[in-house]
Every structure is written in C-alpha cells, then in structure tokens.
C-alpha cells in the first residue's frame, strides 16, 4: 500500500509539472501554447525569395512598426525579443498598448547589423527598408541561423497573404484567417459608403524642402488612398515608391486635400507651418480651408492598419463621411 502510494504521487507530481511546462510555454497576449511537438517544414514564396521555415520560430525580431504590431494583432507578443523603426511609429493602436509595453527595442531606428547578430533571434520578420543595400543581408543572416521573412506587400491581398504565412508559421491560422476576415470587412463597408462619389484629389505630404517629398503611385499608400475614396494627384508616377516634386506642379495638379505623415520629426505641427508659410503651397484651396489629414507613418505600411487607415482617411476626406 505503501509503495503504491509512492508511485501514485511520483505519477502526480510529473503530471503537475507537466501542466506548469505547458502554462509556461504559453503566450500571454492570445494564451497560445508553444508545442513541442513535430513541426512540418513550410515552404514560402517571399516576393521571389523561397523561404523555408524548419520549426516554429522562438526569439523573433519584428524590425519596423507594422510587422510588431501585426504580430502583436495575432497574439504573438511573447515571441518577440526587438523591434525598430520606432521613430517611425507614434506607438500602437490602443489595444495593443499593454503588450507593447513588454516588447524589447532592438534599434530605436534602422536595424544594425551588430543589434541583430547578437541578439540571438531565430527568425525575423521585416520591412523591406531593412534590407538590401545599406541594411541588412539576408544571407548573412542565415549563417546566423536567422530566416528572414520580409514584408514588401504592394497590394491588399499580398497583405493578406503575409498575415496568413505568419498564421501557418506559428500554428495560428484560425486567428489570422479570422483577422483577415474582419479587415476586409470593414474595407467593404467603407466601400459602400463611398458608393457614388466622385475621387477626392489628394497630395500626401510626407516632408518638405526643395519640394515636396511624397508617394507616387507605386506605393503602397496610394492603394489605400484609393480604398478611403481619394486619389493620390502624382498617381501616374511608378519609377519609385518616394518621389520628390516641385511645389509648381503642387499647385497645377490642385489637390483637394493634403494628408500629412505624423512620425518623429519634423513634427506635424512643423509641416503645417511650413506648408502655410510656403508662397506657393499657401495657394491651394486645400490649404485655405484648412482640409488636412493627418496619418501616423506606420499606418499607411502594409499590415494590421489596413481597415483602421482606410476608416480614417475616408472619415477625414471631404465630404467626410461617418462609421
């Protein structure tokens, strides 16, 4: 009786341990237990790049604002070991403020080559301005150990695509379809606000100097523009996403209205005054009615702010309209 009481307590005392693994194994932000379990090999197309992910990732950097977030938006938060391009965020969406407040910063700005190496990350998702060029090499990385899925999305559905490659990458697919659901949703309901309306012209204003600093319509900013019932005025240039244009052919092109981008510096506060302090900006009917929109940098990215961004500008676009 004795010796099986012994055993029977052995047996308990595994199973508890057992249960406290599993609990610690858990990710606060969507209660998702990390398995242990057998991980089958998935293979992705990243914009021409074949990535193949071994196992379920476990130290991750999430380098830019939007891939953070995005990951957070899936439940994700405890995966992550560093973030950057926080001087491009004015910080998350509300309901994400809790989680971010546990998420380590890598770099305040770009990722550097020495912050990633040595953090030890096993994966990274990422915007495309970390790499290439003077950013990160992602061969370099794999020697590392470190399987580089980047966020290039130049359209909603490449977007959605992303969202549920991360889903199959850490065993959330349900989350991330149902997530993908809810954005396209809210675009449609938008949509059909919107029904009957005539484009507003629009400049977006990012920066100022010898001209003014703004996407063409090769950026991905211009598709939600056109999403939340406006019309990007420099849509027809594609060479680049960033484009420099001469205040004149602000003025010729007339837009309607002006969407600021709110980031770090210079403040939008600064663009404002510039832009009304400009003898030729100062012109626009836009300007005289004060018909500005300002937008955080980090929404107009791809990622989870698809929905969110397209409600804003359509609020915020004469005539505005109500959700």
Partial sequence: MKKYFVFAAAGLVIVLLSLSCDRKGASNAGQETRTAGAFTPLVFDNYGRTVTVTGRPEKVLALGPNCAETLVALGLADYIAGTSLRNHSRGPLPQYEEAFKRIPELNHGSATREAVISSGADFIYGIDWEFGGDGLDIDELAGYGMTVYMDAAQTLEQTYQEINDIGKIFGVEDRAATFV?????????????????????????????????????????????NESGGKNVFDDLREKAWVTVSYEEVLKRSPEAIIIHDYDSPSVEAKLAEIKANDTLSQLDAVRNNRFVIIELESVLPGDRLAYTVEKLAKGLPPEISF
């Fill in 181 to 225: 659901a809810g954005q396209k949703a809210r675009i449609a309901s938008v949509k059909q606000k919107l029904e009957g309306r005539a484009p507003v012209k629009v400049l977006v204003y990012d920066s100022g100097n010898d001209g003014v600093f703004t996407c063409s319509g090769a950026n991905f900013e211009t598709l939600l523009i």
